[in-house]
């Protein structure tokens, strides 16, 4: 009977914990099933964010100029020539502003509506401040010159105020597909191996002494910095104590692969850059660039005429330059569906000229263009490969870099109504 007693329970005891154990599994099926459901939930919203979040290749995003001014008027008695004095007006306080296509995004049309409401803001205050003052020394000038250096459907960056000769500069950099503003930490992976990809660059052009200012920009998050085509742009002050001027230089995405975030590197199919050049003497004589996966080399000697020379990879032309061209000033290098091309723009003979080359990278051959063709005043580069219809006056784009501003000439000519 105590046998029976015992086995009985037994039973009920091996009955309760099944039912316990039959529970937990019960529950633990509940909660497996709504852990996958979360689970799943969340892996499909991260694939969604991933999606929305990664950068496809680019389509070119077009963009234009305009210029706003502040009103304030400098008056000038200026010699006719014939013995008389007659009134010459000037407009010193001036701002250009971008403006985007209306295929770009909503945001980003909202970022340059704001930009510009901003700069119109400052140009009031800085016409305020300086309504007494009849002098057009350029430190006493509003640093309103814009550069584009990219503009497609994932990122629109430019500078403000590099070719102004004052500390009053600064770049703007965009997501274009939000319109919000990106940080340097956003496009960098690690900030040391900028400053030593900086170091390298710069020892490499003969420039090391601008390393500790680079460093110390760097450190306080003060550098003026935009994304280009042929890679990160950084431009270094150095002041004289009276004027400011800015050394642009470029850390390459070819160059540095691992530095930059993915689609930071993705370019449109047709492109334009800015190349990163060397002076000499004010003069930028040389240029080694990195892009499109191959290493381009200029060579330009200074004296008048002549020859220079253009290396690709391990292919090297010799294009003969003008008659009267001396220093190279500027390099752009174009790609499109029919090619590769590289415009050099030399110095003329007098300070206002200067002479641009259109070299085809493919057979190594240059058309001639006219006199004053220049890069600074404006560069359409849907006609770029074809050098009868170049049209450099012409303040718009379609190769994701709109114009630059590089020599003395240009910024010597701003400012005034007769001019603008």
Same mark, same amino acid.
């Given at each position: 009977?105590?046998?029976?007693?015992?086995?009985?329970?037994?039973?009920?005891?091996?009955?309760?914990?099944?039912?316990?154990?039959?529970?937990?599994?019960?529950?633990?099926?509940?909660?497996?099933?709504?852990? /996958?459901?979360?689970? !799943?939930?969340? @892996?499909?919203?991260?694939? #969604?964010?991933? *999606?929305? &979040?990664?950068?496809?290749?680019? %389509?070119?995003?077009?963009?234009?100029?305009?210029?706003?001014?502040?009103?304030?008027?400098?008056?000038?008695?200026?010699?006719?020539?014939?013995?008389?004095?007659?009134?010459?007006?000037?407009?010193?306080?001036?701002?250009?502003?971008?403006?985007?296509?209306?295929?770009?995004?909503?945001?980003?049309?909202?970022? /340059?509506?704001?930009? !510009?409401?901003? @700069?119109?803001?400052?140009? #009031?205050?800085? *016409?305020? &401040?300086?309504?007494?003052?009849? %002098?057009?020394?350029?430190?006493?000038?509003?640093?309103?010159?814009?550069?584009?250096?990219?503009?497609?459907?994932?990122?629109?960056?430019?500078?403000?105020?590099?070719?102004?000769?004052?500390?009053?500069?600064?770049?703007?950099?965009?997501?274009?597909?939000?319109?919000?503003?990106?940080?340097?930490?956003?496009? /960098?992976?690690?900030?040391?191996?900028? @400053?030593?990809?900086?170091?390298?660059?710069?020892?490499?052009?003969?420039?090391?002494?601008?390393?500790?200012?680079?460093?110390?920009?760097?450190?306080?998050?003060?550098?003026?910095?935009?994304?280009?085509?042929?890679?990160?742009?950084?431009?270094?002050?150095?002041?004289?104590?009276?004027?400011?001027?800015?050394?642009?230089?470029?850390?390459?995405?070819?160059?540095?692969?691992?530095?930059?975030?993915?689609? /930071?590197?993705?370019?449109?199919?047709?492109?334009?850059?800015?190349?990163?050049?060397?002076?000499?003497?004010?003069?930028?004589?040389?240029?080694?660039?990195?892009?499109?996966?191959?290493?381009?080399?200029?060579?330009?000697?200074?004296?008048?005429?002549?020859?220079?020379?253009?290396?690709?990879?391990?292919?090297?032309?010799?294009?003969?330059?003008?008659?009267?061209?001396?220093?190279?000033?500027?390099?752009?290098?174009?790609?499109?569906?029919?090619?590769?091309?590289?415009?050099?723009?030399?110095?003329?003979?007098?300070?206002?000229?200067?002479?641009?080359?259109?070299?085809?990278?493919?057979?190594?051959?240059?058309?001639?263009?006219?006199?004053?063709?220049?890069?600074?005043?404006?560069?359409?580069?849907?006609?770029?490969?074809?050098?009868?219809?170049?049209?450099?006056?012409?303040?718009?784009?379609?190769?994701?870099?709109?114009?630059?501003?590089?020599?003395?000439?240009?910024?010597?000519?701003?400012?005034?109504?007769?001019?603008?």
């Amino acid at each position: 009977m105590k046998k029976t007693r015992s086995a009985l329970v037994l039973t009920c005891a091996l009955l309760a914990l099944g039912t316990a154990a039959c529970g937990d599994r019960k529950t633990k099926t509940v909660e497996t099933t709504e852990t /996958v459901a979360n689970r !799943e939930s969340q @892996q499909a919203e991260e694939t #969604k964010e991933a *999606a929305e &979040t990664k950068l496809e290749t680019p %389509e070119q995003l077009p963009v234009s100029l305009v210029v706003r001014n502040s009103g304030r008027e400098l008056v000038n008695l200026e010699p006719n020539g014939m013995g008389l004095e007659e009134k010459h007006y000037s407009f010193p306080d001036w701002a250009e502003i971008p403006t985007v296509s209306e295929g770009a995004s909503e945001g980003l049309h909202k970022a /340059v509506q704001a930009y !510009e409401e901003s @700069q119109l803001a400052a140009l #009031k205050q800085f *016409a305020a &401040t300086h309504r007494d003052n009849q %002098e057009q020394d350029v430190r006493d000038q509003y640093a309103g010159d814009v550069t584009i250096c990219r503009s497609d459907s994932n990122f629109f960056s430019f500078v403000r105020g590099v070719n102004s000769f004052t500390t009053d500069a600064e770049g703007y950099n965009y997501d274009s597909r939000t319109g919000e503003a990106l940080t340097l930490s956003q496009v /960098v992976k690690d900030m040391n191996q900028l @400053q030593a990809a900086v170091n390298e660059v710069l020892k490499e052009n003969n420039q090391s002494a601008l390393s500790a200012i680079t460093k110390e920009a760097l450190e306080k998050d003060a550098i003026v910095w935009a994304l280009g085509n042929e890679g990160l742009d950084l431009f270094i002050a150095q002041s004289d104590g009276n004027y400011v001027d800015y050394q642009r230089i470029v850390i390459s995405y070819e160059r540095y692969p691992d530095l930059f975030a993915d689609g /930071v590197k993705l370019r449109p199919a047709e492109y334009a850059a800015q190349l990163m050049t060397t002076y000499a003497a004010q003069l930028m004589t040389t240029a080694k660039s990195y892009i499109d996966g191959k290493v381009i080399q200029v060579t330009a000697p200074e004296t008048e005429g002549g020859s220079f020379t253009v290396t690709v990879d391990d292919k090297q032309f010799t294009v003969e330059k003008p008659e009267m061209a001396v220093g190279l000033i500027s390099l752009l290098y174009v790609k499109t569906a029919s090619g590769t091309y590289l415009y050099p723009e030399f110095q003329g003979d007098y300070s206002d000229a200067s002479y641009l080359l259109p070299v085809d990278l493919q057979s190594g051959k240059a058309s001639k263009l006219p006199e004053d063709r220049e890069l600074g005043m404006g560069f359409d580069l849907q006609n770029a490969v074809n050098p009868d219809a170049l049209a450099l006056s012409v303040r718009s784009d379609t190769l994701s870099t709109l114009y630059t501003l590089l020599s003395g000439k240009n910024r010597q000519r701003r400012g005034t109504g007769s001019n603008r």
